[in-house]
């Protein structure tokens, strides 16, 4: 049954799909049930009149932290390559692209 | 960089009172050390591979820490794009490449760092700025194998990470431009702007600043139309002829009865033509959700206050003083030109030393441009030169001779030069003497000339120059002439 808090099948193979999950339609199923619980959870939420609250940018109460521009040794690149699957080059191999380009 | 000079350089009208409507983003690497979140070295052209740390490459338990001072670049470009300086968070776009190893980019969303801005182009055009907000880079990937070196067909990627993490800003301008010659001229004025407040050395060719150009053509007054995302322009002329190479495509598209689909497509240089790279009906879903392990950035009011305190003039300002000075135009090429070798000052010291500011203007943009900010001919001697042309002690061929030495020989005094080349001034007597000689010698040419042929004149002018050995004022044996004539 569909809740205002529920989360259809669709929805999950579509999040899986951008997640490249590969996940059965029993699985789709558990996970649509599952997700849906859990936001019919913090749906009480919902009853609260939030209009004067700053929606909170961080859990933690601090801001600003911040680095010098000071550069530190870099990692051992023939160590770094050496656990990888696969280098060519100075370089990480990898198969063509499954993903996409930004 | 050699085509960043805004000389104009007109792009035809579209057919049919067709109108393009065009929005720059634009992204730039900041000229920091280090990268945006971690300290490993951002340098350009170095080793694969050997500017990597864990957070470079998305180890875990790896966390990112802000770089302050690209913070403070970012400002910087800010406030010289008028924009507004907020707080502001960071978030994760998500996607799958494999040139970002953690499967997300840093970047910033619904609360950029600056927003709201507008840059100003001739014509007084106010090109708006949607915002100009802090991000990461993504590392470089090879293709190898398949035909052409692109991805599609290839049969594995090499992939080097240096520039993995280094820090940008991305500047989205509002879809304000209505032609490529206000793109051209966008581009070329940020990239001063970007040179002038130390934010990037701006390279296009080497790929720390990079344009995407968004296209859509409509009938004025119309909503706005489908629009397409024209990538890897990397040059101010490329951007140029990619977007009317783009508009054209969309008017045939739709005059034909066609519709445009929302795409992204690839600028190829070599052919002159953008194809599609790729389909946006599924439109990218990023996933953005703000980055656990960032706190707030509120840089508040003294740090922004005291980095507007520290800015320099910018390009725009300095052209208008210039133009003042020297009372050229301030949209004028010369004053462009000069700007951008950051030779006004320069000027303005030929000024003080009593030159004349408007040939002064006209000598260093002709013969300064393989000099810097502080060209190895003294201002006092420039001012002195300026002054001997406009006294008539030499003409304007000979003071250009005589630059031309100066110039040669590191500097040197004019009127040093001017004595040891001969140039002596020829008092107007002895002008009059030839004039009066040449017209004597070529009565044909001075009946003609009398008669109202104009170009009768060139005849005598040569005669009498050639007579003076070239030391003769051109415009002062012109004048003689005409007041011969009567």
């Known amino acids: 049954m569909a809740t205002p808090h529920s989360i259809s099948i669709e929805t999950v193979a579509k999040v899986a799909n951008l997640a490249r999950l590969n996940l059965t339609p029993q699985e789709m199923a558990t996970m649509a049930e599952q997700l849906s619980g859990m936001l019919e959870h ?42 990888a699957p696969d280098a060519h080059d100075g370089r990480f191999r990898v198969p063509p692209s499954a993903g996409q380009e930004s | 960089m050699s085509n960043a000079s805004s000389a104009p350089q007109h792009s035809t009208a579209l057919p049919n009172g067709w109108e393009m409507v065009v929005g720059l983003e634009v992204h730039v690497e900041l000229d920091t050390k280090t990268k945006l979140f971690s300290a490993s070295p951002n340098h350009f052209g170095d080793e694969p591979n050997t500017n990597i740390d864990p957070v470079t490459l998305g180890l875990p338990g790896a966390l990112p820490v802000l770089n302050k001072q690209a913070v403070e670049l970012a400002i910087r470009l800010g406030l010289a794009l008028n924009c507004t300086v907020q707080p502001s968070t960071f978030h994760r776009k998500n996607y799958f490449y494999q040139d970002m190893p953690k499967a997300y980019q840093i970047s910033q969303y619904d609360q950029p760092i600056n927003i709201d801005g507008f840059m100003m182009l001739p014509g ?17 990937s090879t293709h ?87 990538k890897n322009v990397n040059s101010i002329r490329a951007v140029g002829k990619a977007i009317d190479y783009e508009a054209r495509r969309q008017i045939d598209v739709l005059e034909s009865g066609g519709t445009i689909r929302q795409e992204t497509r690839h600028w190829d240089d070599a052919e ?33 206050e005291q980095i507007r305190a520290s800015l320099p003039m910018l390009p725009a300002a300095r052209r208008a003083q210039l133009a003042t000075l020297t009372g050229a135009n301030k949209e004028s090429e ?65 003071a250009k001779t005589i630059l031309a030495e100066m110039v040669a020989n590191g500097g040197g005094d004019p009127a040093a030069i001017a004595a040891a080349k001969g140039f002596e001034a020829l ?60």
């Open chain 2, 144 to 230: 190898i194998g398949g035909s052409s070196g692109r991805i599609h067909g290839s049969d594995y990627s090499l992939v080097d990470f240096n520039r993995a993490g280094v820090p940008l800003v991305e500047i989205v301008s509002r879809p304000d431009i209505r032609n490529s010659d206000q793109a051209r001229q966008y581009v070329a004025e940020l990239r001063a702007i970007l040179l002038a407040v130390g934010a990037s050395d701006a390279k296009m060719e080497e790929g720390s600043m990079r344009c995407d150009v968004n296209v859509s053509v409509r009938k004025p007054g119309a909503e706005f139309g489908t629009r397409c995302e024209i």
């Open chain 2, 124 to 140: 007084d055009v106010r090109i708006g700025i949607e915002r100009a907000h802090l991000e990461e880079d993504t590392g470089k």
């Open chain 2, 334 to 398: 010369s004053v462009y030109v000069v700007v951008e070798r950051g030779q006004d000052e320069y000027i303005a010291a030929v000024a003080q030393a009593g030159g004349d500011a408007g040939r002064a203007l006209v000598y260093v943009q002709q013969a300064f441009a393989e000099e810097g900010a502080t060209p190895a001919v003294s201002a006092a001697h420039l001012a002195a030169l300026t002054q001997m042309e406009r006294d008539s002690k030499v003409t304007a061929t000979q």
């Open chain 2, 272 to 304: 002159g033509r953008t194809h599609t790279l790729r389909s946006k009906e599924d439109a990218d879903d990023y996933r953005y959700f703000l980055e656990p392990d960032l706190v707030l950035l509120d840089p508040g009011t003294e740090w922004i």
């Open chain 1, 42 to 83: 913090f749906g009480g939420i919902d009853k609260l009149d939030l209009s004067a609250v700053v929606p909170m940018a961080q859990a933690v109460p601090l801001k600003n932290v911040l680095r010098e521009d000071v550069v530190m040794p870099s990692l051992d690149r023939d160590e770094v390559l050496a656990s």
């Open chain 2, 427 to 486: 008092d107007t007597s002895a002008v009059e003497a030839m004039v009066d000689a040449a017209i004597a010698q070529q009565a044909d040419a001075w009946a003609k000339y009398c008669a109202g042929e104009e170009k009768a004149m060139g005849a005598l002018v040569g005669a009498i120059m050639k007579a003076s050995q070239g030391k003769a004022d051109g415009k002062v044996v012109t004048a003689i002439l005409q007041s011969r004539r009567g």
